[in-house]
């Protein structure tokens, strides 16, 4: 399984599942990220919080890489809110040590249109 894939699964199980026990494997004990939406210093747990709150309300399509290399990976992915028409671009860079996600960076940028009009991809196919 690639990064990738594993940044991808993990999250998914997370949400669909409530078990973050793979996100434990793949993320390192000192990581470290900033809040997306509140610029605030975070660790897994509170990461997990948020997945925890908001994960019901959200879709999100299955995460593309943009660039990777040993110790660094970028991903792209789309979402939306499942009870409006806010529709988002995703872009996350992880950082890696010993093997495990270390620290992340996520930015979010709302869109005027459903990405997935003329595209060959339905969002149920994520939900």
Same mark, same amino acid.
């Given at each position: 399984? +690639? ?7 993990? @999250?998914? %199980?997370?949400?669909? !599942? ?5 996100? =434990? !494997?793949i993320?390192?004990?000192?990581? #470290? ?11 897994i &747990? ?10 019901? +309300? %959200?879709?999100?399509?299955?995460t593309? /890489?943009? =660039? &990777? ?5 970028k /991903?792209?992915? =789309?979402?939306?809110? #499942? ?8 872009? +996350? &860079?992880?950082? =890696? #040590?010993?093997? #495990?996600?270390?620290s992340?960076?996520?930015?979010? &940028?709302?869109?005027?249109t ?8 339905? @969002? !149920?196919?994520? !939900?």
């Open positions: 399984m +690639t990064r990738a894939e594993a940044f991808d699964k993990a @999250w998914r %199980i997370g949400i669909k !599942e409530k078990d973050f026990s793979f996100v =434990y !494997e993320y390192h004990p000192d990581y #470290k990220a900033v809040d997306a939406f509140t610029d605030v210093e975070c660790n &747990e509170a990461d997990i919080q948020v997945i925890k709150t908001i994960g019901d +309300t %959200i879709t999100v399509t299955k593309s /890489v943009l =660039y &990777e290399r040993d110790d660094f990976l /991903v792209h992915r =789309y979402g939306r809110h #499942k009870d409006a028409d806010i529709f988002h671009s995703v872009i +996350t &860079e992880l950082t =890696y #040590k010993d093997d #495990k996600i270390i992340q960076k996520t930015t979010i &940028e709302e869109l005027e459903d990405p997935s009009e003329g595209q060959d991809w339905k @969002w !149920e196919e994520y !939900e």
